[in-house]
């Protein structure tokens, strides 16, 4: 699908390399389709090294030489460089965002031009190519375009299709949701010190424990419900660890950090969008 595509990246950090990675591991790209641009020579030259992948200091360079164009600069930094490249943007080319909370209609007012765009809502776990990542598509973005930006993020990890209104909510769930995981992982490894495991075995047991849960969710393709009652047997010691959960909130204070942090991710896109279309 992007074999005979060309394929930029603006902003050589964590993301972009994740995605790299992705690409080249998932043989979707040879390294010769990849140019990659960054502010860090050092950076870029450990990418080359490392990945074979063209580079550049020039972020123009990477636009005029690209089918597809991945922005993966932070969003403090959109506007600096989007007016940088914009004059070379245009319908033919395919821009992906991964910025968070950066609108679709932000990018294109500060391009001051009708763009080809696709946002996406990465999450962390991409470095690991198991990521989830959801995908919105602009009014110019084709079908075969979606699909597009769906192989690249599929290549590290899931992807689904979504409208952008809801990007908000994917922050607030899978997008912040690593850092609640790693806390939850954490309080149990508390816990296996607390009864008298070492804090190395604790961590092993917990974090094998989430992943294996969530791996056997997956496979078995089971709601929770039905996997957590299978695990749970009358007057045993799974029931009375679930009570004192239940006891402690653990379902609704979930919700409420999702919807919190969904709260604060439309709070935050708003002042992205007034910084990108406002302070010219
Ligand atoms: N990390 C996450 O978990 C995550 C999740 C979802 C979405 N995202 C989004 O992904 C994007 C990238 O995040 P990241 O974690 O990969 O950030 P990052 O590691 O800081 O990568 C951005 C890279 O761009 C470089 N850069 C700065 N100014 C530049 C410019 N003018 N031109 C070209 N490159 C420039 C940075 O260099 P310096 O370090 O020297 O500034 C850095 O190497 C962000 O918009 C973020 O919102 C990240």
Do not use: W
Not at 106 to 128: G, W, Y
Not at 163 to 186: C, K, M, N, Q, R
Not at 224 to 230: A, F, N, S, Y
């Amino acid at each position: 699908m992007l074999k005979s595509k060309q394929v930029g990246f603006l902003g050589s950090g964590n993301m972009g390399e994740a995605l790299i990675v992705g690409l080249l591991h998932g043989h979707l790209c040879r390294p010769e389709q990849i140019l990659c641009s960054d502010v860090r020579s050092e950076r870029l030259k450990a990418i080359r090294e490392q990945y074979g992948v063209r580079t550049t200091s020039h972020n123009p360079e990477v636009v005029k030489q690209s089918d597809i164009v991945v922005l993966a600069v932070k969003p403090q930094i959109m506007k600096q460089v989007i007016e940088e490249v914009a004059k070379h943007f245009d319908l033919t080319k395919l821009i992906i965002s991964i910025a968070a909370g950066v609108p679709l209609d932000a990018i294109e007012s500060c391009a001051r031009k009708e763009l080809k765009l696709i946002r996406v809502m990465p999450n962390i776990c991409v470095s690991v190519r198991e990521g989830v990542s959801a995908i919105a598509g602009g009014k110019h973005a084709s079908k075969e375009d979606l699909m597009m930006a769906k192989a690249i993020f599929d290549s590290v990890g899931k992807s689904i299709l979504i409208e952008e209104y809801l990007l908000d909510a994917v922050t607030g769930l899978s997008g912040s949701g690593p850092a609640y995981i790693f806390l939850i992982i954490d309080a149990l490894a508390d816990a296996g010190v607390k009864v008298g495991l070492s804090r190395t075995d604790s961590l092993v047991l917990a974090s094998q424990t989430v992943l294996g849960a969530a791996k056997m969710l997956i496979e078995t393709g089971e709601h929770p419900g039905k996997l957590k009652d299978m695990v749970t047997s009358p007057g045993g010691t799974a029931i009375a660890g679930l009570h004192t959960l239940e006891q402690g909130g653990v379902r609704t204070t979930l919700i409420n950090a999702v919807e919190v942090a969904t709260e604060r991710a439309k709070y935050l896109g708003e002042m992205m969008k007034n910084n990108l279309v406002n302070e010219r």
